[in-house]
Nanobody, 126 residues
């Protein structure tokens, strides 16, 4: 069983930056690929970023590419999301997710992730 706890959300003006963190406990962190998803105000869960177990592979949707950076520290069992140039459409409840790593790839497919945190709210004001 993997327990995930997100932190770092908040209210920020458009164009600003935030760094989200996700701490993991329960099982060996490096056995899992990781990802960030968000629930937008329309209640749709969107893929935001993914990273392979080693950190060598990352994957982003076009909506955040070039603005967001996902990273991990396996020694600290921690996942991060650096978000720059934030836009109003980035508003949402951000979740980190863990899925078993069968290879060293990053994927944005939701059903590949078995464990989810409770989320941290990010609100972008104009």
């Amino acid at each position: 069983q993997v327990k995930l706890v997100e932190s770092g959300g908040g209210l920020v003006q458009a164009g600003g930056s935030l760094r989200l963190s996700c701490s993991s406990s329960g099982e060996t962190f490096s056995n899992y690929k990781m990802a960030w998803f968000r629930q937008n105000p329309a209640n749709e869960r969107e893929f935001v970023a993914a990273i392979s177990w080693s950190g060598r592979a990352t994957f982003y949707p076009d909506s955040v590419k070039g603005r967001f950076t996902i990273s991990r520290d396996n020694a600290k069992s921690a996942l991060y999301l650096q978000m720059n140039d934030l836009k109003s459409e980035d508003t949402g409840l951000y979740y980190c997710a863990a899925g078993p790593a069968f290879d060293d790839r990053a994927t944005g497919t939701r059903h590949h992730y078995d464990y989810w945190g409770q989320g941290t709210q990010v609100t972008i004001s104009l």
